[in-house]
């Protein structure tokens, strides 16, 4: 059981750390020190409940879909593109990190950015749901929760790590030089990720 669960922490971790849309637009969040602790949590929240669907065997009804995927694989690279394209839009702003918090976004609108880039994406369901769960599959029913369990733990310590970790680091990352970098590195990522859905 122990085994099963130092698994799921380890393969769980190894798909969430690959630095992606999702991760990149919660370090952005944690650097303007804008709402990142509930970024953090909707994307921990999220990952708890598709690494749990992905234990009771959602994985093989997904991967049966073809045409969900490729709905989603669009849908997600619309979604991405337009936010890299306000990304880059943002580079020819004077602005500095305080005085441009989430480039003026509500609560309401943050929320909702969360929950897009976090479930607009089909590698979120091919990674997390379809692999973890056919790798899960191999465990007796017992060691498949522990296995679950490490997983989940995993994306609770990565995303709790790098908002409250980003949020740390912004006041030593006001210049509006550094900020310009984090804008035009959101934007080759958002760009890079919406194009390899739609390749």
Known sequence: MISAFVSGLAIGAGLIIAIGAQNAFVLGQGLRRQYHIMVAA???ICD????SASVAGLGALISASPVWTDIMAWGGALFL????FQS???L????KLKQ???HGKSRREIFFYTIAVTLLNPHVYLDT????GGIAAQYDTQERLYFGFGAIC??????SLISLGAAWASPHLQRPITWKVIDAVTGVMMWSVGLSLIL
Do not use: E, T
């Open 154 to 159: 995993a994306s609770i310590l990565w995303f």
């Open 92 to 95: 020819f702003r004077d602005h």
């Open 129 to 132: 749901v379809v692999l973890l």
């Open 42 to 44: 909707i994307c921990a």
């Open 48 to 51: 708890i409940l598709l690494i």
């Open 88 to 90: 880059f839009k943002s």
């Open 81 to 84: 593109g337009w936010y890299g």
């Open 100 to 102: 441009d918090k989430s």
